[in-house]
């Protein structure tokens, strides 16, 4: 079975400051994980995603995220936040390379403040 | 990225009425559509995998004559709520991909709420 745990339904950082969402992964199979962020009254968009060829993960506006096998861990940053960058953020986990069957996590709302 | 389309939004509809919701996928044609669900303060949960042309597989715990699903074209599934309870409200949320190793996109959502 899997599953995604994000811890923090809300986090909030001034702009300018770094951004670090959280997300912890149960898998019995090497998982597929991924990072979406949702904008008000618009869909899923993916942000990136790891499918085992590197650790460290870059995603589009300069997010990344690190696997860490250890720690079961695949936490989203961003160095320096933007107003922007105000939306829902979802991780979420797959058996697949593909983004079929996708389990997500709860969530996690960032805010921006100026 | 490919664009996805649901409609309506938001739609209020009465106990023991029926509501249709459309994904459409605007520039690309979708093998397959996937059809979620998101409670309040809670994940979004896959329902059903649908393939154009072929029955919906739905997930466990779904109920497949409440939740009709129909891929009929490769830009069009429908997910239909019949005799709709007030459970029912909730955030629809379809995905469609092209097939192969691609990337599923999603569309905006669906707020259902059930009076």
């Known amino acids: 079975a899997q599953s995604v745990t994000q811890l923090g339904s809300h986090v909030s950082v001034s702009e300018g400051a770094l951004v670090l969402l959280r997300c912890n992964y149960s898998s019995s199979v090497p998982p597929y994980l991924f990072w979406y962020v949702q904008y008000p009254n618009q869909g899923l968009q993916l942000l990136l995603k790891y499918t085992s060829a590197a650790t460290l993960v870059k995603g589009i506006n300069g997010f990344e995220a690190e696997f860490k096998k250890s720690e079961t861990s695949f936490h989203l940053t961003k160095p320096s936040a933007h107003m922007s960058d105000a939306a829902e953020y979802f991780c979420?986990?797959?058996?697949?390379?593909?983004?079929?069957?996708?389990?997500f996590g709860t969530g996690t709302r960032l805010q921006v403040f100026p | 990225g490919a664009v996805v389309s649901q409609h309506p939004s938001r739609v209020i509809c009465k106990s023991g009425t029926s509501v249709k919701i459309e994904c459409r996928s605007l520039?690309?044609?979708?093998?397959?559509m996937f059809w979620y669900r998101q409670f309040p303060k809670k994940s979004l949960m896959l329902m059903a995998t649908s393939n154009e042309g072929s029955k919906a597989t739905y997930e466990q715990g779904v109920e497949k004559d409440k939740f009709l699903i129909n891929h009929a074209s490769l830009t069009l599934s429908t997910l239909t709520v019949t005799s709709a309870h007030p459970e029912d409200s909730s955030f629809y949320i379809c995905?469609?991909?092209?097939?192969?190793?691609?990337?599923?996109?999603f569309g905006q959502g669906t707020r259902l709420t059930v009076v």
């Open positions: 520039d690309f044609q979708a093998t397959t």
């Open positions: 979420a986990v797959s058996r697949s390379y593909n983004t079929d069957k996708l389990i």
């Open positions: 995905s469609a991909e092209a097939g192969g190793d691609t990337e599923a996109f």
